[in-house]
Antibody
Framework: QVQLVESGGGVVQPGTSLRLTCAAS????????IHWVRQAPGKGLQWVAV????????NYADSMRGRFTISRDNSEKTVYLHITGLGADDTAVYYCAGNDTLSFWGQGTLVTVSS | SVLTQPPSVSAAPGQKVSISCAGS????????VSWFQQVPGTAPKLIIY???QRPSGIPDRFSASKSGTSATLEITGLQTGDEADYYC???????????FGGGTRLTVL
């Protein structure tokens, strides 16, 4: 059983950068992809990005490409999401989810972009 | 959202409800569909994957199907605990990215 825990959220100024962390516990972390999904307050789920099990491939939602970077360190059982040029519309709960089917999720970390 | 769901559905306890998810040839038409349940304030939970499969622990009151560019989630024997938002999801082949439907709020009257 794998558990995911997100961290790194908080209140940040517009235009700044942020790195979110998704830490895993359990076995076989390096065998499955990890996705990031976000949810703005009162809104639906929005897929952000995915990284392959070994970190060799990444894909991003079109609207995220350029400002978002996903990476992973399998030795640390951690996936990162680096976001630059934060704007108000990036305010959301950011979840990481594991596996091709997004079968397990973390509890989310809230990012609030506000001056 | 590219995947279209009704904003809300409702039914009485014990009844059946269906939630539709409409897509296109570049997404649902050629990819597997998943369904997620999200109780407000909590993380989403996978309840259907690969169009029709239930993860372990998901009761068989939850079932789903796919036909062409649309998918449907069906919940029978509704319980008050089923009140939640439900999202369909799939992969867009052209964009190489994941897609979620806009979500459907289920109210058990």
């Amino acid at each position: 059983q794998v558990q995911l825990v997100e961290s790194g959220g908080g209140v940040v100024q517009p235009g700044t950068s942020l790195r979110l962390t998704c830490a895993a516990s359990g076995l076989m972390f390096n065998t499955f992809p990890i996705h990031w999904v976000r949810q703005a307050p009162g809104k639906g789920l929005q897929w952000v990005a995915v990284i392959s099990h070994d970190g060799s491939n990444e894909n991003y939602a079109d609207s995220m490409r350029g400002r978002f970077t996903i990476s992973r360190d399998n030795s640390e059982k951690t996936v990162y999401l680096h976001i630059t040029g934060l704007g108000a519309d990036d305010t959301a709960v950011y979840y990481c989810a594991g596996n091709d089917t997004l079968s397990f999720w973390g509890q989310g970390t809230l990012v609030t972009v506000s001056s | 959202s590219v995947l279209t769901q009704p904003p809300s559905v409702s039914a009485a306890p014990g009844q059946k409800v269906s939630i539709s998810c409409a897509g296109s040839n570049s997404d649902i038409g050629g990819q597997f569909v998943s369904w997620f349940q999200q109780v407000p304030g909590t993380a989403p939970k996978l309840i259907i994957y690969d169009n029709t499969q239930r993860p372990s622990g998901i009761p068989d009151r939850f079932s789903a199907s796919k036909s062409g560019t649309s998918a449907t989630l069906e919940i029978t024997g509704l319980q008050t605990g089923d009140e939640a938002d439900y999202y369909c999801a799939t992969w867009d082949f052209d964009l190489s990215g994941g897609l979620f439907g806009g979500g459907t709020r289920l109210t058990v009257l």
